[in-house]
């Protein structure tokens, strides 16, 4: 599972049995991801939900649901428009909104930080979008990403710990992971994707510093054109979409981001770009489906391709699943040009190749002969630290083995 798959409670978590059951059926929880998709729409314009709409709703589902795909604060928004103040939903509201100005000023510590030791620094994600939606906490912040200088890797590490953070992750992947209670979390990053996922993504993105674009304000903190950031945003859910899935909120963080900024993208610049990830039909897809769930409160006919398409994102919730994780790895290894056997791609998880296994133990670009080591350590490790992760994923496999 992917590190925000980690992040949701255990709410959320215990609901992916529940969710998961919903598509090629009418279930009631199939018909609860729609009247949430309706309600994110009313407070994404503004509007009251209709009361034929909130009779029909079950509100235990919907919370469930919302806590599936982070978007309860939101509904909460179109619910209190219609009247309805419910403590359960109140609270959600309440938190999301918190948790918002929580982690902007600590996040401000932060970048005053960076400043001060001369440290490049350039925020991601859902610290730029958030502010691009109706009110403050509906876009839920589950952390802070920040890119910087990887040079300065001990010396952020050094500042975080000293003030109270975690080192949860250091040094393993793309990102180093801090934590510090109640509600802060930074994901650190020292690159903009990771290694060994998508070769054709990751080398367009091998020099991040070519993308940045100093602020006016900050002597330090950078920014990325409005066409650069919208190419990450694709490459980051195409990541998702290929993983362990992507949901509703990432095509609302689109359909947000588009109203925004379309009529100033350079599209000729963007086709050029997507073409050279090898995202132009993913982008087309994800772009075209946004505005058509989004651009109303009522949801248009939709064709097959794009029932589908809805559909994938309804039952994947804002993190994916590991179920859909493990079938999608397996697919595509098994479609690749090594046209593997589902035996193969079990033997490839448990032995990774150098490239991969190198970001977690960069000691192998020098001594790649302690490549079966690392092996071991990551087994282990995995054993000992992520023995219901590991569990999980052998069910799914020895289930997907047999379809």
């Known amino acids: 599972m992917n590190d925000k798959g980690q992040k949701r409670n255990k709410t959320a978590e215990s609901s992916d049995r529940n969710v998961a059951a919903f598509l090629g059926k009418e279930t009631p929880m199939r018909k609860t991801a729609y009247q949430m998709r309706e309600l994110a729409a009313c407070a994404l314009h503004g509007k009251v939900p209709s009361q034929e709409l909130l009779a029909q709703v079950d509100p235990e589902k919907l919370y469930i649901m919302c806590q ?3 978007l309860t604060a939101m509904v909460a928004v179109a619910l209190r428009s ?3 103040r419910s403590p359960q939903w109140e609270e959600e509201h309440v938190k999301a909104v918190r948790k918002s100005i929580l982690l ?3 996040r401000r510590k932060l970048c005053e930080f960076l400043e001060q030791n001369g ?3 350039l925020p991601l994600k859902g610290i730029v979008l958030e502010s691009m939606y109706p009110e403050i906490g509906m876009r839920q912040m589950a952390d802070n990403d920040i890119l910087y200088d990887k040079t300065a890797r001990d010396k952020v590490r050094t500042f ?13 992947s793309h990102h ?5 209670p109640p509600v802060y979390h930074f994901e650190m990053h020292v690159s903009l994707y990771p290694a060994g996922r998508e070769k054709r993504i990751e080398a367009y993105y091998a020099n991040p510093e070519r993308l940045l674009r100093k602020d006016a304000d900050h002597r330090f903190g950078c920014h990325m054109t409005a066409e650069d950031f919208y190419l990450y945003m694709v490459a980051h859910t195409h990541k998702h979409a290929t993983g362990c899935g992507t949901g509703l909120r990432a095509l609302l963080d689109i359909y947000v981001y588009l109203q925004q900024k379309s009529e100033v993208l350079d599209w000729a610049y963007l086709t050029a770009e997507l073409r050279q990830l090898g995202l132009s039909e993913f982008e087309q897809q994800m772009r075209q489906l946004s505005l058509r ?6 949801l248009p006919a939709l064709s097959a391709d794009e029932r589908k398409q809805l559909e994938s994102c309804l039952i994947s919730g804002a993190y994916g699943t590991v179920q859909q994780g493990i079938q999608r790895q397996m697919q595509a290894y098994c479609a690749g040009e090594t046209g593997g056997t589902k035996w193969h791609y079990l033997v490839q998880r448990v032995f990774p190749p150098r490239a991969v296994c190198q970001a977690r133990f960069p000691t192998l670009k020098r001594y790649p002969f302690l490549l079966p080591v690392c092996w071991v350590i990551r087994l282990v490790q995995a054993v000992i630290t992520q023995r219901k992760h590991l569990l999980l994923e052998l069910r799914c496999f020895k289930e997907l083995r047999n379809d």
């Open 176 to 180: 180093d992971v801090y934590q510090k």
């Open 68 to 70: 599936f795909h982070c």
């Open 104 to 106: 902007a000023a600590e």
């Open 160 to 172: 975080l710990t000293a003030n109270g953070y975690q080192a949860i992750s250091f040094g393993k």
């Open 82 to 84: 219609a009247g309805i």
């Open 293 to 298: 769930v989004f651009s109303a409160v009522e």
């Open 119 to 121: 440290i490049w620094y």
